[in-house]
């Protein structure tokens, strides 16, 4: 009975943020109803009706004085369990209850490399949840889709990863079929960069996806074997991997390479900006199959700076960066900036601080990074805390007085 199955849809969406009883049921226009399940023909609709008046447990309003003609259609209160059960649905009650254990039992396990975001994460949820709130792509109503998002997080950020594990491999890996992640890979990127507090593609975890795009703006020309492509964008545009492969080679009339952490503040702040056109401006955490193809096909010599965080996994995007370029890649804006209420260094942010410290492709950023290892906090690290660009052009904010002299 497709009809049915309309109305159980139908009043469902209805209750969908409840729940605490309703206090009255609400009736739903029976032909609209109809329409609704695709019945077009008279017949259909009339087996509907007939079909209707045999459930004892639904309600028919009738037109008076022509009780043939149905108009509405009503789930009367004491029997919306009976609803439930037919479809295997559960009230909003039973659903947020169901997400909330959920929660609480991966709040039992413990995390092995970073068990404060682990944690954070999970109190968020249950907070959220608390209120009814979704928190994307996680979903309050829908205790199943938090369970395998919760155990992918952990299955796929419990190990590190050797770069460039493939992305079917990494899925057989988790006992998963090989195109697991390629069809979940839009949740779990998104359910990351809830983890981690910034965009986090699976790239970041050392896992080569297959359709990796750059995001970009400002004038590009790609050369193929048989032609050549112009593209000169105002504001954001994406090339594929594929056309990146494709390319021979990549020019730009642009004076420089700048690109920026934040892609959905930052990146749009700064493309505004650039009235000259004088920067091609690339958006990138760490640095995705496409990113890296870009920076291959890109001139010798082309002068690249990067816009990031000043946290440790900012600091640690520009470590990546200059080690797939082979160009120098300098540092934009970036100085540890106090903060009286700023987070402390978490377990892995140490860990990672270890690591920047003794790498000596940082060690133009020592400063810096002592300083954010003295403080033991995050200070005030995030790109978009320093507001708009001031000027309409490079080097985009009046106070910049470190980049004049390298491009």
């Given at each position: 009975?497709?009809?049915?199955?309309?109305?159980?849809?139908?009043?469902?969406?209805?209750?969908?943020?409840?729940?605490?009883?309703?206090?009255?049921?609400?009736?739903?226009?029976?032909?609209?109803?109809?329409?609704?399940?695709?019945?077009?023909?008279?017949?259909?609709r009339?087996?509907?009706?007939?079909?209707?008046?045999?459930?004892?447990q639904?309600?028919?309003?009738?037109l008076?004085?022509?009780?043939?003609?149905v108009?509405?259609?009503?789930?009367?209160?004491?029997f919306?369990?009976?609803l439930?059960?037919?479809?295997g649905?559960?009230?909003?009650?039973?659903a947020?209850?169901?997400?909330?254990?959920?929660?609480?039992?991966?709040?039992?396990?413990?995390?092995?490399l970073?068990?404060?975001?682990?944690?954070?994460?999970?109190?968020?949820?249950?907070?959220?949840f608390?209120?009814?709130h979704?928190?994307e792509?996680?979903?309050?109503?829908?205790?199943?889709?938090?369970?395998?998002?919760l155990?992918?997080?952990?299955?796929?950020?419990?190990?590190?990863?050797?770069?460039?594990?493939?992305?079917?491999?990494?899925?057989?890996?988790i006992?998963?079929?090989?195109?697991?992640?390629?069809?979940k890979?839009?949740?779990?990127?998104?359910?990351?960069?809830?983890?981690?507090?910034?965009?986090t593609?699976?790239?970041?975890?050392?896992?080569?996806?297959?359709?990796?795009?750059?995001h970009?703006?400002?004038?590009?020309?790609?050369?193929?074997?048989?032609?050549?492509?112009?593209?000169?964008?105002?504001f954001?545009?994406?090339?594929?991997?594929?056309?990146?492969?494709?390319?021979?080679h990549?020019?730009?009339?642009?004076?420089?390479?700048?690109?920026?952490?934040?892609?959905?503040?930052?990146?749009?702040?700064?493309?505004?900006?650039d009235?000259?056109?004088?920067?091609?401006?690339?958006?990138?955490s760490?640095?995705?199959?496409?990113?890296?193809?870009?920076?291959?096909?890109?001139?010798?010599?082309?002068?690249?700076?990067?816009?990031?965080?000043?946290?440790p996994?900012?600091?640690?995007?520009?470590?990546?960066?200059?080690?797939?370029?082979?160009?120098g890649?300098?540092?934009f804006?970036m100085?540890?900036?106090?903060?009286?209420?700023?987070?402390?260094?978490?377990?892995?942010?140490?860990?990672?601080?270890?690591?920047l410290?003794?790498?000596?492709?940082?060690?133009?950023?020592?400063?810096?990074?002592?300083a954010l290892g003295?403080?033991?906090?995050?200070?005030?690290?995030?790109?978009?805390?320093?507001?708009?660009?001031?000027?309409?052009?490079?080097?985009?904010y009046?106070t910049?007085?470190?980049?004049?002299?390298?491009?």
């Open positions: 009975m497709r009809w049915l199955q309309t109305l159980h849809e139908k009043w469902l969406n209805s209750r969908k943020r409840r729940v605490t009883p309703a206090m009255r049921s609400r009736p739903l226009d029976w032909e609209d109803l109809l329409d609704a399940a695709d019945l077009k023909t008279a017949e259909e009339q087996a509907a009706v007939r079909e209707a008046e045999k459930i004892p639904l309600k028919l309003h009738r008076k004085g022509r009780p043939h003609i108009l509405k259609i009503e789930v009367p209160l004491e919306e369990t009976w439930h059960a037919q479809f649905s559960q009230t909003g009650a039973e947020q209850q169901a997400a909330l254990a959920v929660v609480e039992r991966y709040t039992a396990k413990t995390h092995p970073l068990p404060e975001a682990w944690n954070a994460l999970l109190s968020r949820l249950k907070a959220e608390a209120l009814l979704a928190v792509p996680f979903r309050w109503r829908e205790a199943n889709r938090v369970e395998e998002l155990k992918l997080l952990l299955d796929l950020t419990a190990r590190e990863w050797p770069e460039g594990t493939l992305i079917r491999d990494a899925s057989t890996q006992g998963q079929r090989s195109k697991y992640l390629e069809e890979q839009a949740f779990i990127e998104r359910a990351l960069e809830l983890l981690f507090g910034r965009e593609p699976l790239e970041a975890l050392g896992i080569q996806t297959s359709n990796s795009v750059l970009y703006c400002g004038p590009l020309m790609l050369h193929f074997a048989d032609h050549t492509k112009p593209l000169d964008l105002r954001e545009s994406t090339l594929s991997v594929a056309e990146l492969e494709r390319a021979t990549i020019t730009t009339t642009a004076e420089r390479l700048l690109t920026v952490e934040n892609r959905k503040t930052t990146f749009l702040q700064l493309a505004r900006a009235a000259q056109r004088t920067t091609l401006i690339v958006a990138t760490f640095p995705t199959q496409a990113v890296r193809l870009m920076l291959q096909k890109l001139p010798q010599g082309f002068p690249h700076h990067h816009f990031g965080d000043t946290d996994s900012g600091w640690d995007i520009l470590r990546k960066l200059r080690e797939v370029s082979d160009r890649v300098h540092s804006e100085t540890w900036r106090p903060k009286s209420d700023a987070a402390p260094l978490t377990q892995r942010d140490q860990q990672i601080l270890t690591r410290l003794t790498d000596p492709r940082m060690a133009d950023c020592r400063e810096e990074l002592i003295e403080a033991g906090t995050k200070g005030d690290f995030e790109q978009e805390s320093l507001g708009r660009p001031t000027l309409d052009g490079w080097p985009f009046e910049n007085g470190d980049v004049e002299n390298v491009g």
